[in-house]
């Protein structure tokens, strides 16, 4: 099946090393969406491993997910707090769930994993469906930059031991803002490969897809410690509400 047709691949290749060294600290994210909850429920998509709904729960808030990958629900459930947190398995863009909720989020650039423009727009469709009046929706992604395509495009040496050697290429469709990104493993045991595929959007295309769903941007910043959003940032925290 290809990259941009199952939505749970994803997590079957990277669940057991998804929260390996290198992860952002969750802290910054829980501290911002805590008060947005304003006291739950709460519901975060593609809720992966836990890393942010798991220290959220912990502050008193109730917090359910939708994951599409079990295997990353079950990174979730082996972790101190993961075993009694309701996740439903399913794609996030069909928001598989009844609500209402006081908050939804959606981070670390996944919503661009959703690779169809129209699942996109589906997913704001289907969260303003859950929301409580004045219910939130707030997603974080990168802002794209053209002038790094190219050097993404490059063969880039992740990882060399005297035993393996790891690479990394992307591969885009400028036109459907969409890439594709290899990493290839190669040890003792033969070739490895990880797919995974993104379809990218600017912030004014994603403000009209929330739009469309009956959303309105009420905030919008550069990181989750409020930095204001400028032409410059390359990220970006939005806040969506219902009209």
Same mark, same amino acid.
């Given at each position: 099946m290809s990259v941009f047709d199952d939505p749970g691949l994803f997590g079957r290749l990277w669940a057991a090393n998804y929260d390996g060294p290198g992860n952002p600290d969750p802290t910054p994210a829980v501290d911002f969406l805590a008060p947005v909850a304003a006291g739950g429920p709460v519901l975060e998509l593609a809720i992966g491993t836990g890393r942010v709904a798991l220290p959220l729960a912990a502050r008193g808030l109730a917090v359910e997910g939708v994951e599409a990958s079990p295997e990353m629900v079950a990174q979730l459930r082996a972790k101190p707090g993961g075993e009694h947190l309701p996740v439903t398995i399913g794609d996030m863009a069909d928001v598989p769930v009844s609500g209402p909720?006081?908050?939804?989020?959606?981070?670390?650039?996944?919503?661009?994993?959703?690779?169809?423009?129209?699942?996109?727009?589906?997913?704001?469709?289907?969260?303003?469906?859950?929301?409580?009046?004045?219910?939130?929706?707030?997603?974080?992604?990168?802002?794209?930059?053209?002038?790094?395509?190219?050097?993404?495009?490059?063969? #880039?040496?992740? %990882?060399?031991? =005297?035993?393996?050697?790891?690479?990394?290429?992307? &591969? /885009?469709?400028?036109?459907?803002? $969409?890439?594709?990104?290899?990493?290839?493993?190669?040890?003792?045991?033969?070739?490895?490969?990880?797919?995974?595929?993104?379809?990218?959007?600017?912030?004014? #295309?994603?403000? %009209?897809?929330? =739009?469309?769903?009956?959303?309105?941007?009420?905030? &919008? /910043?550069?990181?989750?410690?409020? $930095?204001?959003?400028?032409?410059?940032s390359r990220t970006h925290i939005s806040v969506y509400r219902l009209r």
């Open positions: 909720y006081r908050l939804v989020f959606l981070v670390f650039n996944t919503l661009f994993n959703l690779v169809d423009a129209e699942r996109q727009a589906a997913c704001f469709g289907n969260v303003a469906r859950v929301l409580a009046p004045g219910g939130a929706f707030v997603i974080e992604t990168f802002v794209p930059d053209p002038a790094g395509f190219d050097r993404d495009e490059q063969v #880039q040496v992740r %990882e060399v031991t =005297e035993d393996s050697a790891t690479i990394r290429m992307h &591969r /885009y469709d400028r036109a459907a803002q $969409t890439f594709v990104r290899q990493t290839i493993t190669f040890d003792a045991d033969g070739v490895h490969l990880k797919p995974f595929a993104m379809r990218y959007a600017w912030p004014e #295309q994603i403000d %009209e897809m929330a =739009e469309r769903a009956g959303l309105h941007l009420a905030e &919008r /910043y550069a990181d989750w410690d409020r $930095t204001p959003f400028d032409a410059d």
